[in-house]
């Protein structure tokens, strides 16, 4: 047992005693009635029509305002509806994959496909909110980053009427990169939409989104000295330094899910009653990898091109029972049972799974609490035996604010560690159920300060080896993460930012790699010209990781693996920023790397995979509203 295991074990305990009745966050007991909404168009403000737009996540009951001004931070979303990109690394242009740098486990029970780059960086229906907006609103987005692309984008939400609402929104990024051979090319859509009845007896909504990402893959570069060396020319590191040939990459993902509930003896004014619901998602997908040079070797097929194909196909349907009571410390109650079904295959092979669970959920929402309890059993199938059980709670003192929570999970390995018939790889595995177990906590006070703290245990966890193959530890591996989260206003037109997140790992092997610290730490000016009608915002802001040994990307898999002969990290990577409102459009210039020449070039946010050089971004968002 290594050090942090009687903590994790203590906390555990303690857990499972409260697990039954703590949870999740719920804001309000009802869906908002017809007539609390009703507003006089005639007297909106220009900032409130600006404004106007408020959104709900997936599990949330109410709605809340976004603030659409320009804010410290807004330069790395360019819209209200990307999210931070800490502890998130790119490859040298736009549309390259991402590198985690903070660890965000895969929570999801079940089918899993593996694939570790161009999925895990991409939206899921489920992560889309749903909007309510006074007047119909649209917007254009554009960024211009020289060699490493161009993005364009736009969205469209309306509010057919008050209970009824649709959201577009498309974005293209097509990115050269700073490196011939990391080309890329992507395409995104999201949708969302919500309805309800005017006496509330039925509510669906539904969110759905498909990602798009192809070009060409090195596997990173080999001249190391070449990269380090500042006074190196790009086009030296440009055409030489590729590791495959001919290599190209597609993958795509098209996610839908849905939620309905059907009230028969609701209330005409707030939705409470009990009835029936439904629940279903369907998950689509693929990736690609030909290259007419694999270093790898063709084992399987004489030819002198290799071709790894993979699809997968998943789906959960869910069917039971709901009670809203319509009070406040106890909300709601619901009880279902429901099937699951994936599918993994390639040209060679194909794996199927199928499970039968049974779930539960409790929520509240009380003056100065609220609170959520939710889980799965499964009873029947390639899961049988496997569980996911969440609690949480929330609850405000004065200017602070306190959430708690806890995930208890057992589940059998993903369909890619267990078999894979391909090219380049070939493994057969018969791997035992993996145990994790998350305990935490977020204590916050107003906008200025935030520290989470949580335990994460995983007891004979899957990884990838040195080879690139699929192993099982014989044994548990712990992480310690804690983060601390600073907006302090210096004066009334300065304000100094800071997110750190130390890292600490433990286990029986060397398998676990993550930076033990992260920081991003910035300083913001906001201004006003021409009595508010010019408003803008500066600054600049570090970004720097302790030094550590990361895993390789293995591109003909696309899953990350053990490697320990290059470290990466331990540098300083600052840009400049410069934002301008006028009306409702928004100017943004982003200087990327500006130390570059500075200190040693050698940046990497992959092994063989290096960020970007100096970068100068234009952006501009307008937005449009009735």
């Given amino acids: 047992m290594t050090i942090f295991a009687p903590v994790i074990k203590t906390l555990t305990f303690t857990a499972l005693a409260l697990l039954a009745s703590f949870s999740l ?4 007991d009802s869906i908002p009635s017809d007539s609390a909404r009703v507003v006089p168009t005639d007297t909106l403000t220009f900032e409130e029509a600006y404004s106007a737009l408020n959104y709900r996540n997936w599990d949330d009951l109410s709605y809340r305002p976004i603030d659409s001004l320009l804010e410290v931070g807004g330069h790395w979303t360019l819209n209200e509806w990307t999210r931070d990109l800490y502890g998130q690394l790119s490859w040298a242009n736009l549309a390259t994959p991402l590198t985690f740098l903070v660890y965000q486990p895969n929570e999801e029970i079940g089918v899993r496909p593996g694939f570790q780059s161009y999925f895990n960086g991409w939206t899921r229906a489920k992560e889309l909110r749903f909007y309510d907006v006074k007047a119909p609103l649209s917007g254009i987005r554009y960024l211009s980053g020289y060699q490493r692309g161009q993005l364009f984008g736009g969205y469209f939400a309306v509010n057919a009427n008050e209970r009824f609402n649709i959201f577009f929104d498309y974005e293209r990024a097509s990115a050269r990169g700073d490196y011939f051979s990391q080309d890329n090319l992507y395409d995104r859509i999201n949708a969302s939409t919500h309805y309800r009845t005017k006496n509330n007896k039925y509510a669906i909504q539904a969110a759905t989104t498909w990602n798009l990402n192809r070009g060409r893959e090195s596997g990173g570069i080999t001249d190391l000295d070449g990269f380090s060396n500042p006074d190196s020319l790009i086009s030296d590191r440009e055409l030489v330094n590729v590791r495959y040939y001919n290599s190209f990459f597609k993958a795509r993902r098209l996610d839908l899910a849905v939620s309905q509930t059907y009230l028969p003896f609701a209330d005409s004014t707030e939705a409470k009653g009990i009835g029936l619901y439904h629940e279903g998602d369907l998950d689509l ?15 399987f097929i004489d030819s002198t091109m290799t071709m790894d194909s993979t699809h997968y196909v998943t789906t959960n349907q869910e069917l039971g029972l709901v009670f809203r009571s319509g009070l406040k410390s106890f909300t709601y109650v619901k009880a279902g049972l429901g099937y699951q079904y994936g599918r993994l295959s390639n040209p060679y092979t194909e794996r199927t799974e199928g499970s039968v669970f049974v779930s539960g959920e409790l929520r509240g929402d009380a003056e100065k609490f609220d609170w959520m309890a939710r889980g799965k059993l499964f009873v029947g199938g390639t899961q049988n035996g496997s569980f996911d059980a969440h609690g949480q709670i929330s609850f ?29 790889f070939i493994w057969s595995n018969d791997f035992q159920s993996t145990f994790y177990q998350k305990l935490g906590g977020r204590l916050n006070y107003e906008k200025y300060a935030s520290f989470s703290l949580n335990l994460q245990n995983w007891s004979r966890p899957i990884y990838y080896d040195y080879t690139s ?49 992260v920081n991003r730490s910035g300083l913001f000016g906001e201004w006003e010209v021409f009595d508010g ?10 970004i720097t990781y302790s030094s550590y040994r990361a895993n ?40 990327e790397n500006v130390g570059e020449g500075l200190f040693n070039r050698a940046y990497y946010a992959a092994p063989y995979y290096p960020m970007a050089d100096r970068t100068i971004h234009l952006g501009i968002r307008w937005r449009f509203f009735n």
């Fill in 25 to 28: 966050k719920a804001q309000q």
């Fill in 285 to 299: 997908g693929n990736r690609t990898f030909t290259s007419t040079d694999s270093i790898l070797g063709n084992y």
């Fill in 396 to 424: 405000d003192i004065y200017d602070f604010g306190f959430v708690g929570f806890a995930t208890f999970q057992q589940q059998a390995p993903s369909l890619q560690s267990e078999e894979w018939y391909a090219n380049d």
């Fill in 552 to 591: 390789r990307y293995n591109p003909v898999t696309g899953v990350f693996f053990l490697h320990d002969d290059l470290p990466i990290g331990g540098f300083v990577y600052v840009n400049a920023i410069a934002g301008f409102r006028i009306g409702t459009a928004q100017i943004y210039i982003l200087a």
């Fill in 469 to 517: 193959l699929p192993a099982q530890l014989d044994g548990t591996m712990q992480l310690i993460q804690a983060e601390l989260d600073l907006q302090i206003p210096l004066t009334s037109w300065l304000t100094a930012t800071s997110r750190t997140t130390l890292q600490l790992t433990s286990a029986s092997q060397d398998i676990f790699r993550l930076p033990t610290w």
């Fill in 533 to 542: 009608a010019l408003k803008a915002y500066t600054g600049f802001e570090a």
